[in-house]
T-cell receptor
Framework: SAVISQKPSRDICQRGTSLTIQCQVD?????MFWYRQQPGQSLTLIAT?????????ESGFVIDKFPISRPNLTFSTLTVSNMSPEDSSIYLC??????????????FGPGTRLTVT | GNSVTQMEGPVTLSEEAFLTINCTYT??????LFWYVQYPGEGLQLLLK?????DKGSNKGFEATYRKETTSFHLEKGSVQVSDSAVYFC??????????????FGRGTSLIVHP
């Protein structure tokens, strides 16, 4: 199983500023995922980040608002740009591992709790 | 497309009560099914999984059986503890449309266990 750490664990930011969230994995992985979890809600996939290529964004999320870097197979960053109170959420980094096709387990970081005032 | 439907919470139980959290799914092909648990202030952790029909996943006293005929994967535990209080997510991964096994998650069901 993969062990994932995220920094910062929480932050309180002013509207109009940006925050970069770091995700570090203890093993090399091909695909890394960024999710948003709003209070009392399920997970919403923001984007998938593969090393060496541009991130793939889900409907409703754009690169200008959520730029992602993936410089190597163990690290990724997500930036939340020009923040507004609606961006207040938990942001989760996740990776996928599995021994055989179709049995892909997701492993999650502890999350970054962002509050925008 | 793929979808997962869970019963709405919160589910509130007394310690040692029997737990069922319903989960049904819609998927193309033959999905793998998962339950994840999120304890307060933490990320999600894999609780159990099943990869084919009639498989039973189990862990920490929790069980779920992959029922293809009813497209269900209900989570059960015979005797819950206060420490089981958490949010439980049902999820699936299915053969890729577009080339990747991105999981589909349910909305989550909050479980509150009172002493």
């Amino acid at each position: 199983s993969a062990v994932i750490s995220q920094k910062p664990s929480r932050d309180i930011c002013q509207r109009g500023t940006s925050l970069t969230i770091q995700c570090q994995v203890d093993s090399q992985v091909t695909m890394m995922f960024w999710y948003r979890q709003q209070p009392g809600q399920s997970l919403t996939l923001i984007a998938t980040a593969n090393q060496g290529s541009e991130a793939t964004y889900e409907s409703g999320f754009v690169i200008d608002k959520f730029p992602i870097s993936r410089p190597n197979l163990t690290f990724s960053t997500l930036t939340v740009s020009n923040m507004s109170p609606e961006d207040s959420s938990i942001y989760l980094c996740s990776v996928q591992q599995g021994g055989t096709v179709t049995i892909y387990e997701q492993y999650f970081g502890p999350g970054t709790r962002l509050t925008v005032t | 497309g793929n979808s997962v439907t869970q019963m709405e919470g919160p589910v509130t139980l007394s310690e040692e009560a029997f737990l069922t959290i319903n989960c049904t799914y819609t998927a193309t092909g033959y999905p793998s099914l998962f339950w994840y648990v999120q304890y307060p202030g933490e990320g999600l952790q894999l609780l159990l999984k099943a990869t084919k029909a009639d498989d039973k996943g189990s862990n920490k006293g929790f069980e779920a059986t992959y029922r293809k005929e009813t497209t269900s994967f209900h989570l059960e535990k015979g005797s819950v503890q206060v420490s089981d209080s958490a949010v439980y997510f049902c999820a699936l991964t299915a053969p890729p449309s577009g080339g990747s096994y991105i999981p589909t998650f349910g909305r989550g069901t909050s479980l509150i266990v009172h002493p």
